[in-house]
């Protein structure tokens, strides 16, 4: 029975070890996309408020084909190191350039739909692969 519990231990501070390595690695990124925001002069995701006119910059984390009432919808979701949003394309099934990690400046007036902050099809700017 010792011998079940010393061999748990190890892997139990290796688990640590490695979710520290992991979650410090997260938080570099959201520093480095938290300064990506004040030199583009976007404002931080998560002071944005509802029906406000916002400049927002951050990288695509996930990007998914969802009809909405019948008539195709690309989304995308934002994050900026603060908070996330969801951008979401109306009548669109793609855009070029629109990946996963890949960075951008959208502009658009945040509204919220089921608890998420969102903008419809806002004006974009894609960002060039060598600022990444």
Known sequence: ??????????QGRLRRMFSK?????EELNAEQLRQDVEETGAIPIVSCGDRQEV?????????TLRPR?????????????????DVVWLGRRSIVGIEPGRKLIAHGRISHARGRRV?????????PHGQE
């Not at 029975?1 to 190890?10: L, Q, T």
């Not at 390595?21 to 690695?25: A, I, K, T």
Request: charged share 20%; glycine share 6%.
């Open 21 to 25: 390595l992991s979650s410090s690695n």
């Open 69 to 85: 009432a019948g008539v195709p919808a690309l989304e995308a979701e934002l994050f900026d190191g603060t908070d996330a949003l």
């Open 119 to 127: 903008l419809f099809n806002p004006r974009y700017e894609l960002r």
């Open 55 to 63: 400049t927002v910059s951050g990288t695509l984390r996930a990007v």
């Open 1 to 10: 029975m010792s011998s079940e519990i010393s061999s748990a231990r190890p």
